[in-house]
């Protein structure tokens, strides 16, 4: 396998539902799970929650790896999601918040992971206002003063959001170190000073699978 700069060069693929998420060497591409997707020539490491969309893979794709069996994480939490494991495996002690369509927050003590619990993304709470009324259809101010209460619609909408999701991660963190990931988790870890935002985090810790398991390169 090829290396550069002493880095295996890889092809990491997160398989979601309506998404391949490939990695190419650092390098993202994305294609809707409908759409065609290359013929690498070379070896794929992916991870999945979609059966058909892991199907069309190993149709185009020959030279596959599913790294779901390496992954070396245990928790009495029923029915946790690949995506959350992965984020989770390499910490010893912290909150991962995966801010996407849901807000994932999970716990992890002395390497154990003691549970989580499942927020509405930031689109998700949005939508709900206008089903109530057209007037409640506003625009998100992520600039609202949350020391302040609100004294128009736009503001009290992006306050009782924002206040939502902020408070029960601040209940559960105590401090501890929290790390974000996920399309809206750079905007929410400006509300936490002891936040880091990392974007790749499930590459990363593919990566950190693959170099672990060197039966696998």
Do not use: W
Not at 120 to 127: H, I, M, S, T
Not at 189 to 209: A, G, L, T, W
């Amino acid at each position: 396998m090829k290396r550069i700069n002493g880095e295996l060069e890889l092809i990491l693929c997160d398989i979601g539902n309506t998404t391949f998420h490939f990695n190419i060497n650092g390098k993202e591409q994305r294609y809707l799970t409908n759409s065609h997707i290359p013929d690498f020539k070379q070896r794929v490491y992916y991870v999945s929650v979609n059966d058909n969309a892991t199907a069309k893979l190993k149709l185009t794709n020959d030279d596959i790896v599913d790294l779901e069996p390496y992954i070396k994480f245990k928790t009495k939490y029923v029915g946790m999601g690949l995506d959350r494991k992965i984020a989770c495996c390499f910490i010893e002690d912290g909150i991962i918040v995966d801010a996407g369509s849901a807000i994932t927050v999970d716990i992890i003590k002395k390497g154990k992971h003691k549970g989580g619990f499942i927020l509405p993304g930031l689109k998700a709470f949005r939508d709900i206002y206008p089903q109530i009324s057209h007037k409640l259809d506003v625009d998100l101010n992520t600039k609202v003063n949350l020391d302040k209460i609100p004294l128009c619609t736009k503001d009290a909408i992006s306050y009782a959001i924002l206040k939502s999701i902020i408070e029960p991660i601040k209940k559960v963190s105590k401090k501890k170190q929290i790390t974000f990931t996920g399309g809206d988790g750079k905007l929410l870890s400006k509300y936490f000073d002891n936040s880091i935002y990392k974007k790749d985090i499930i590459f990363e810790n593919m990566r950190r699978i693959i170099n672990a398991n060197d039966c696998i390169t």
